[in-house]
């Protein structure tokens, strides 16, 4: 079986005040640039699909994202469809949850009794990648979930865009772990 390497990632809160501190991350950004999370739980198949399908990674391949399953999915009450905006027109996704496993069983970065909020995707439209935004973005997230949560992790197959890993590591994110899964393309 033809397998894939992901890239598991994490910050921790006390990181993200430094970064802000040392001037890393931004809390303010450009009034055009806006996230605008959905009700938990309450998004649907119909309204999630199509947004992945805009995706050319082939996420809609993947196991997860097989209709039974992420409907399932989508009605968790952990679970968060967040539209990302520019000029309020929707120009990517993202989907946050309830870490599905508790990193610290697989990597034991987070420490117990550590709450985690975990980004499962998270893509911008083909037409608005590469404008410069996906930092503001990925800001935008820190400041919202660090106002509940000690650790945001997300991980990133090497099918993504190709520049990503070098991408994290720029914005001094933490590299926590690889592991290798059956490639979904196949």
Known sequence: MATIKRY??????SEYLTGLANDNF??????DLSIAPQKPGKSTYEEFYPML??????WERKEINQESRLRTRLSRPGTQLVHLKANDAVIG???????????????????D?????????????????G????????????KMLFEEYDV?????SETNHPGLY?????????????????DFRV
């Not at 399908?53 to 082939?58: A, E, L, S, V």
């Not at 404008?131 to 820190?142: L, N, S």
């Not at 945001?152 to 990133?156: D, M």
């Open 152 to 156: 945001v992790y997300w991980s990133q």
């Open 26 to 31: 931004k809390d303010t950004w450009s009034d």
């Open 166 to 182: 070098a991408y994290y590591e720029r914005m001094g994110m933490n590299h926590i772990g690889t592991t290798e899964e059956p």
């Open 8 to 13: 598991h990632w994490a910050i921790n809160k």
């Open 113 to 129: 009794n550590k709450r985690v909020k975990e980004i499962e995707d998270l893509a911008l439209f083909p037409d608005e990648a």
């Open 131 to 142: 404008k410069g935004r996906g930092t503001a973005y990925f800001e935008m997230f820190f």
């Open 93 to 111: 996704f993202a989907l946050l949850a309830d870490p599905r496993i508790p990193l610290t069983k697989k990597f034991g970065y987070a420490a």
């Open 53 to 58: 399908k805009r995706i050319p990674w082939m």
